[in-house]
């Protein structure tokens, strides 16, 4: 069970999330003993913020409203909060600009071995089968090598499909949206849709 309670409010102008926690460290990690300003989000609150807007209309600008109970919103999660989001957004935007140089790379060598490996394979199949006279034994030759020649090049495949695209995809969000979004803290007594306040 998540321990948010989302609401959406698209308009023709913007698109308004509101997020809200039953306690600050829902939405900060509890472990982490920096100040509010420079502390991580939990999976729960970065997945909340990504997930209210990863397919709405990506130039339609996005406000944030996170509320907490009242009792647990201090002076330095009101002021705070908005550039701790910020901080740590653009710092796992670096991470996933790393990470996109390295699968790049692996993609370009991975492309150069799988296609030099397959281009090999490919000549040999070419000499062997017109030189195979078993047509089941030609058969059982082809399967062969075109199996080898899919998996020389499964790993630059499966690098852009699964890990690549998706790198990008969170660049795109931290930077255009969420970074640039405007974020702010609204304290609640009552939590929405049931949700009991604490304090």
């Known amino acids: 069970m998540a321990n948010y309670i989302e609401q959406l409010k698209e308009g023709d102008d913007q698109l308004v999330v509101e997020l809200?926690?039953?306690?600050?460290?829902q939405f900060f990690d509890p472990d982490d003993p920096s100040p509010v300003k420079n502390r991580d989000l939990t999976e729960d609150s970065l997945l909340a913020m990504v997930a209210a807007i990863i397919d709405r209309e990506?130039?339609?600008p996005v406000n944030y409203v996170i509320r907490f109970p009242a009792s647990q919103v201090t002076?330095?999660?009101?002021?705070?909060?908005?550039?701790?989001?910020?901080?740590?957004?653009?710092?796992?935007?670096?991470?996933a600009r790393r990470r996109l140089r390295v699968l790049r790379k692996r993609m370009k060598y991975g492309l150069i071995y799988g296609l030099s490996i397959s281009t090999v394979l490919i000549i040999i199949?070419?000499?062997l089968?017109?030189?195979?006279t078993d047509q089941v034994l030609a058969d059982i030759v082809i399967g062969a090598?075109?199996?080898?020649?899919?998996?020389?090049?499964?790993?630059?495949?499966?690098?852009?499909?699964?890990?690549?695209?998706f790198q990008k995809k969170t660049i795109a969000i931290c930077t255009k949206r969420i970074i640039n979004s405007t974020i702010r803290v609204?304290?609640?007594d009552v939590q929405p849709d049931g949700m009991p306040s604490e304090g």
């Open 129 to 132: 089968y017109s030189n195979i």
């Open 58 to 60: 990506p130039k339609k």
């Open 186 to 188: 609204e304290k609640a």
């Open 20 to 25: 809200s926690f039953k306690r600050v460290d």
């Open 75 to 95: 002076e330095e999660v009101e002021s705070d909060l908005p550039e701790a989001v910020k901080t740590y957004f653009i710092y796992r935007c670096e991470g």
């Open 145 to 165: 090598i075109v199996i080898f020649c899919w998996v020389a090049l499964w790993d630059p495949i499966d690098i852009f499909l699964h890990q690549y695209l």
């Open 125 to 127: 199949l070419v000499f």
